[in-house]
């Protein structure tokens, strides 16, 4: 008898707090733009980089817009990246008027991500994104961006602390009914599973776990770091092993659905996750590499034909 992560087929639809989503593979956040520069692709096989994929997850938007930090904003290393984008993004309301309505017609599943410079400017913002979406069949909910870790405002490291996790996860909690709400954590803390509680005590539907872990890497041509802000998010196949360990500290320690994150490029580092009890697999950095990459993981572990 095979166990059910195993025999899971990942492009089903399986439910979520209040909603359904149509699938357990989901590409990260800012490994994949807004979701919408992509329709054009197609593989050799004639797929577009879309099928069978459960949700993107838009790159984080920040009430004003942002231009991000200086170049340059991303290292590749041996196993992985080092990034330091920066939040750079559009902005509330332009994603409100222009993203949101293309994904919604051109029918992109998606969890719109969210940073706030203070826990209780999330309520508002869910708020709005809410009122305008309320008839949407293709927005599936929302994943706070709890721990970015290089931002140099107020939103820096917040998501550090429970309490403030908390307070992050009410605040949209209220604003947020009938969609999913996700809270995505840090790994860059001693007890990733006491931020899980408090996201799960204030109502989160599920955490995302990880986010980058901190990093540097050093030019020998100057002896300097390679990014202006010395300090990056490390990503990719190094930090598998990362991420796994943070998702089981949540998973035994939390008790609330887990959506793993943090190094997956094949279908097996996908189902290391669903075997440590996730609920679904965001792709990141291998998505940046190869756009059919998610596509290819659901793909390959859907079950019959599709
Ligand atoms: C270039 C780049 C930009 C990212 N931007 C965001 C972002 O805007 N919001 C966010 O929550 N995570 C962001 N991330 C983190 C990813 O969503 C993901 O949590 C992390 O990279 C680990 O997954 P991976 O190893 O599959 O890339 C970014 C990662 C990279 C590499």
């Not at 999913?180 to 005590?201: G, S, Y």
């Not at 290819?296 to 599709?306: N, T």
Request: proline share 8%; glycine share 12%; hydrophobic share 45%.
């Amino acid at each position: 008898m095979l166990p059910d992560w195993w025999q899971l087929d990942v492009t089903e639809p399986f439910t979520l707090g209040p909603r359904r989503l149509p699938g357990r593979i989901w590409t990260a956040s800012g490994c994949f733009g807004y979701g919408l520069h992509a329709h054009d692709f197609r593989s050799p096989g004639g797929e577009g980089p879309y099928a069978g994929i459960g949700a993107v997850v838009t790159k984080t938007v920040t009430p004003a817009p942002r231009a991000g930090n200086p170049m340059p904003r991303l290292v590749e290393t041996a196993c992985g990246a080092l990034n330091s984008i920066g939040l750079e993004n559009v902005g509330f309301d332009a994603f409100l008027a222009d993203v949101l309505p293309a994904l919604e017609v051109r029918g992109v599943p998606n969890i719109v991500s969210l940073a706030a410079t203070t826990p209780e400017a999330f309520g508002p913002m869910v708020a709005r994104l809410h009122e305008q979406a309320r008839g949407y069949a293709h927005w599936h909910g929302v994943e706070l961006n709890l721990s970015c870790p290089n931002v140099a405002e107020g939103g820096h490291d917040f998501g550090s602390s429970a309490a403030t996790v908390a307070r992050c996860v009410a605040s949209a909690r209220a604003a947020l009914p009938d969609r999913a709400l996700l809270a995505k954590l840090t790994p860059n803390v001693a007890d990733i599973a006491q931020l899980a509680v408090a996201a799960r005590e204030e109502g989160a539907d599920a955490v995302s776990a990880i986010n980058t872990v901190v990093g540097l890497d050093v030019d020998l041509r100057t002896g300097r770091p390679f990014l202006p802000r010395r300090f990056g998010g490390y990503s990719g196949a190094a930090i598998l092993p990362i991420a796994l360990a943070k998702v089981d500290q949540v998973v035994r320690g939390a008790a609330v659905p887990v959506v793993g994150v943090g190094g997956v490029a094949t279908a097996a580092d996908a189902l290391k996750f669903f075997a440590l009890g996730a609920v679904a697999v965001q792709v990141g950095t291998a998505q940046m590499r190869d756009p059919f990459a998610a596509a290819g993981i659901a793909r390959a572990l859907a079950r019959g034909p599709r």
